[in-house]
């Protein structure tokens, strides 16, 4: 489902060298589908995401907390079950230096170790973004999972991940890039969705 997802961090040194010491943690040999990339001011930085990423085993996500929080990460949820998500889903949760959250996830159905396995969006307008993801859903092979009145899931239909849209009282989120696996990206291949995050279409 996601070919990557890239943060714009104020400080690439300090958002760079807690991703370094949490990767590794994930598993052996592990390709990470998250990237970073500098901006110029807090102002245009990523803030508000939400990214899971598989992790080999529920060590490995214990690995991962303890590894980040060495690391100058912030707690944002310690390692543990998470039976409301999933059965047999454990997760571990941390805040990197522009406050995004970022997850170490394992249960059954989760993709190769270091993919992306879900991605929260708090939006603005959730009409808005939920037309906006729909309108690429065939094209990125997505289905409607969950449509709720503070939450719409869009989920893979084959080969596992996720993307919810959350409408609650935080900001959305904001200067993202996603970029999504379609059979036949087309034309425009980079649009924006509602809040401003940049949404690449890439080729299998």
Do not use: K
Not at 124 to 142: E, K, M, Q, S, V
């Amino acid at each position: 489902m996601f070919e990557r997802v890239t943060i714009h961090a104020a400080d690439l040194a300090r958002s760079g060298a807690l991703l370094a010491a949490v990767i590794p943690a994930l598993g052996p040999g592990v390709r990470s589908h998250l990237a970073l990339v500098p901006t110029a001011s807090a102002a245009t930085a990523t803030r508000g995401l939400h990214v899971g990423l598989a992790a080999a085993d529920p060590a490995a996500v214990e690995a991962f907390w303890h590894a980040g929080l060495a690391a100058g990460g912030r707690d944002d949820g310690a390692p543990g079950p998470r039976p409301q998500y999933r059965p047999g889903y454990v997760g571990a949760f941390l805040l990197d230096p522009d406050g995004n959250s970022i997850e170490a996830v394992h249960h059954d159905a989760a993709p190769a170790v270091g993919a992306v396995d879900h991605v929260w969006l708090r939006v603005a307008d959730l009409p808005a973004a939920r037309a906006f993801y729909l309108a690429l859903a065939p094209r990125a092979g997505l289905v409607l999972r969950h449509d709720g009145r503070e939450r719409v899931t869009l989920a893979a239909r084959t080969g596992g991940g996720s993307l919810s849209l959350i409408c609650d009282e935080q900001p959305a989120a904001a200067n993202a890039d996603l970029a999504l696996l379609v059979a036949d990206c087309g034309e425009p291949d980079r649009l924006l969705d509602p809040d401003g995050n940049r949404v690449s279409l890439v080729d299998r």
